[in-house]
């Protein structure tokens, strides 16, 4: 008689569906074929034999649900059925409003289906139901007998979402179980009604995931759902309701596929730390920069920030996690805590994302960045038995393509000087550069540099000292490689401008603000080629003010390079900076010249952390400021300026140098200090005080101490700058680089005006003069260059015709066909 209630009971639900999608149950992990198939390999496939013995000898506690689901759906184990059908029941039955993350639940019910009484079932799927009124529809605390932090959650659940005014990470997973929940009954009105309620599945795709499918709050904070809504696409797609999945595109394109691709877009090549298994950086922002709430340990010094794939160091300690248990609200019934569960529901990290976007996009590049994450005595990566996958070979993998691009909704912009899939082993550099745009857990960051990396390391990075949140200095643009302006912080905007060019020599940006700092006009640009990034910073306003450039680099400096002094402080800076040395603004003439290298804190390289290997590279980077510049024609420079190279002088009075000790981080007080800084970390100020100036900076990373440019030259003119950049006669490099901010940007202006050189053009122009060819990019309008032999002209890509008379080169564009 039971049995005849339940297949009726089973009919009528799946009739809620249509009969031409009901699925039987277990439909949403696995189905009857998947679980035949998985049964298979543990059978037949010794690797999937002996992590089958692992999960049942010594399993991983994060993994140990999921585990006992597998060995009774797939190995007939009842013991471990009827240990996950109490946990089913003990939260089907306990008070509301019970907690956030219930993806476990929901599967629970797939698979343990046929277990069920129909009593049982009868109270999960009422349990279902009323979960999805509360916190889907209702949005409510029921009980604060029961949850007693309602003001916290209200809080944390603002009634009127934006991007910043809810953190994700706290109430994203009760929407995402709400869905799930109407999925697992197979009810399709209650699906699409829930789909499409206010703050659920498609208002996260429309509204609060950027361009592709960024996630809008710190990036580490992202590990609570993204596991559990890939669960929900791959039940919506089982009962041919896809479109509401893998097939829904946001408004402003956000795909499911483009959020967990997101991590990839953010990723930074290989950081080599001396082993076998490389480390696979992310930019990193935020409250959490240390490493986030995505790792359970940090790794030594100022070098590890947020990753990708978590490598190893020589010692042995390191690996990307699975699974972790964090998020407030984490668990599937509430707790006593004001805030935490007891009871936190382990949530798939990146790894398990991975194995199931492979097994969906063969083709996005997810089993490359898996085949990195083996263990350092694996010779193949070994997945889970959970999505198909088998071990994946690293020698046959092939990485995904990494081009450079802008992402104005989350206000990133990241430039490539290697754009192919050779990028992620390339010691090529890359740089990210922070818009204005506001975001979650955020720091004050605008127009802040988020990274440069070259050689395989860290170059610059912006450095949080407390362990926890970011507090004070860590809060600060001081902690960031920005500008201050009057010791104040910069405001979040959207009203920013971006020009962009990518060209296979020089990657191209600029963006512009005059929000971010009151009456300040304020424009950042950035070209990066393979061998160093030029990085020109304009700040106008209608009265003097006080601005300082920083960037922080890890390494020591070379101060013996010029006259420096000891000082208490950096005048109008966070006196957490310490070993403050100055240089006055007589000793600038020539422009600032800094050289800072990673090298070993001790005698003895093998006795640190990092091993002799990170520090036998020797990498660092020589720092090139000009000097400022009076405004108007360089060749009419007023009296008392010494001109040093064409159209470079030192003009205002009131410039300043200084190098300090990076501040380093402070002991936790419930963990056991991270390690030592080994590395070191230099930061570099350069003050001036006037209403109008520009920052002319050049960076060039090196290793093994490499010589660094054989000249330097600029000139600036009405609101245009011109820097010549020469190595070695060897080398292969004499660049000119020209650049034009502020309203006329799209206005000719011809810099510098000398006998040998001169270039017209607008907004942007990249030249790169050889032996055999002259190549340009950008906006040139025409052009006088002295060149050896006859070389081949090619602009944006185009062969062109140019006339070459006495060793000059002179080109216009509209000349050739007269």
Known sequence: ????????????????????????????????????????KIETEPWAKARYQKMVENPDPDEQYLANLLRYAVMGDAEAGEAEKKELMATVRSPVPRGAAQ????????????????DERRDVERFFRTYIENHVFRRAVLDPKVFNNSRNYARYDAKEYTRTNWLPNITWPWRVSGNLMAMALQDEKLIRKTWAAYGSWKWYFDEYLCDTGFYSEEFSK?????????????????????????????????TMRGHIESLIHLGYPRVDLGSDRPHYPIVTLGDMRQSGSSQRYNFPGYAFQ??????YLPNGQGGTLRWIRHGAWGGERRGD???????KTPKMLAPLWFEIGHGRWPDAGFDYFLAQ???????????SLFFGLDPLDPRKVKPPSAPSAVWPERGLVILRADESPAYWESEAPAVCMRLATNYAHNVNDPFALAGFYAFGRPIYLNRQTCQSYAQGYSRSIQSHCGVVVDGLEPKFTDATTVRKDFQPQVKFVAARSKEVYTDVDLTRALFLTREYLLDITSLRSPKPRQYHWLVHALGRPDAKRGKWKPCDKIPGLSPDFKNVRRRESDMLDSGLFVRMVQDCPT?????????????????????????????GEPERAPGGNVAL??????ASPDATAFLADTPPREPHARKPPPGPDEIGGTTLVVGRKCPETTFIAVHQPFRNASSPFRKVGSAERDQAVWVHLAGKSDSGLNDHLLFRFGDDCTKPITLPRDRDKSFTFTGHTFVRISKNKVEVSGNLQAMRIRVEGKPQLIVNGQKRKATISKGILTFEIGTESK
Not at 231 to 237: F, Q
Not at 614 to 626: C, E, I, L, N, T
Not at 645 to 650: A, L, Y
């Open 103 to 118: 993806y476990l639940n929901v599967l629970r019910y797939d698979l343990l289906y046929d277990s069920l009484t129909a």
């Open 337 to 343: 805590s004001p805030q935490w569960d007891r009871n």
């Open 222 to 254: 992202i590990g609570s759902t993204p596991g559990a809504m890939l669960l929900y696409c791959r039940g919506l797609e089982r009962l041919g309701l896809g479109e509401l999945g893998y097939g829904y595109k946001g408004k402003g394109g956000a």
């Open 1 to 40: 008689m039971q049995r005849t209630t339940m297949f009726f009971a089973t009919m009528a639900g799946m009739l809620l569906i249509g009969a031409a999608n009901a699925r039987e149950h277990p439909f949403i992990l696995w189905t009857t074929e998947d679980i035949a198939a998985i049964r298979k």
């Open 373 to 383: 994450m083996r263990g350092p005595d694996e010779k193949q990566y070994i997945p």
């Open 306 to 311: 947020q990753s990708l794939v978590m490598g």
């Open 645 to 650: 190279s064409p159209g470079m002088w030192f």
């Open 603 to 631: 005698k003895d390289p093998a006795a640190t952390v990092l091993g002799r290997p990170w520090y036998a590279k020797r990498v660092g980077v020589y720092v090139w400021v000009s000097s400022e510049m009076p405004r």
